[in-house]
């Protein structure tokens, strides 16, 4: 059975500074992953997809890396502002199998 | 493309009602939807999978008395949770799926007092 597990659960930094969220799988046989954003009380917005095949994708101040062998991937944003405070989930899909597994979330905090 | 919409966004009802939920896909066609649910500081929990013109496929622990889906059309999908208890106030969600991508709708807000 898929366990997506995000570290930290929270994370508070200044603004402008760069940083990382990470997520780890258990199970490497994925078929793609993807990184989303959730701001309180709100549905999901997709930010990156890394098909299996792919080391990393990036849009904008956003950039997802995905290393299967390890079971992680990473999201690095950039030039952090505080409109990217938000929970940032990531989720996997296998192979043979159409539903996604969610990550614990990392809930970040962006101070101005 | 690919939007996703749900009615209501959020819902307060007695205890012992029946609450309706819809998922819609506006701009494409979805043979399949799936329905999760959310508590709070929680990630998602899929409840189940929703095939147009099937039964559900409900995950472990999720009772299909309870949690009524319909999948009536490509483009709408509903749950119902009958006999709502203060127990099944959560944060509903529901996606669509399109060529192996989940596309999500903003939630539905259930209060049951």
């Known amino acids: 059975k898929q366990e997506v597990t995000q570290i930290p659960a929270a994370l508070s930094v200044p603004e402008g500074e760069n940083l990382v969220l990470n997520c780890s799988f258990t199970?490497?046989?994925?078929?793609?992953l993807q990184w989303f954003r959730q701001d309180p009380g709100k549905g999901l917005t997709s930010l990156l997809l890394?098909?299996?095949?792919?080391r990393e994708q990036t849009s904008g101040r956003l950039n997802a890396s995905l290393d299967k062998s390890s079971g992680r991937s990473t999201l690095y944003i950039a030039a952090s502002q505080p409109g990217d405070s938000a929970t940032y989930l990531c989720?996997?899909?296998?192979?043979?199998?159409?539903?996604?597994?969610f990550g614990t979330g990392t809930r970040l905090t962006i101070i101005p | 493309g690919a939007v996703v919409s749900q009615h209501p966004s959020w819902v307060i009802c007695k205890s012992g009602t029946s609450v309706k939920i819809e998922c819609r896909s506006l701009?494409?066609?979805?043979?399949?939807m799936f329905w999760y649910r959310q508590f709070p500081k929680q990630s998602l929990m899929l409840m189940a999978t929703?095939?147009?013109?099937?039964?559900?496929?409900?995950e472990q622990g999720v009772e299909k008395d309870k949690f009524l889906i319909n999948h009536a059309s490509l483009t709408l999908s509903t749950l119902t949770v009958t006999s709502a208890h203060p127990e099944d106030s959560s944060f509903y969600i529901c996606?669509?799926?399109?060529?192996?991508?989940?596309?999500f709708g903003p939630g539905t807000r259930l209060t049951v007092l």
């Open positions: 996606s669509a799926g399109k060529t192996d991508t989940q596309y």
């Open positions: 199970d490497s046989a994925i078929y793609n």
């Open positions: 890394i098909q299996s095949s792919q």
């Open positions: 989720a996997v899909l296998n192979f043979g199998n159409e539903k996604l597994t």
């Open positions: 701009d494409f066609q979805a043979t399949t």
């Open positions: 929703s095939n147009e013109g099937s039964k559900a496929t409900y």
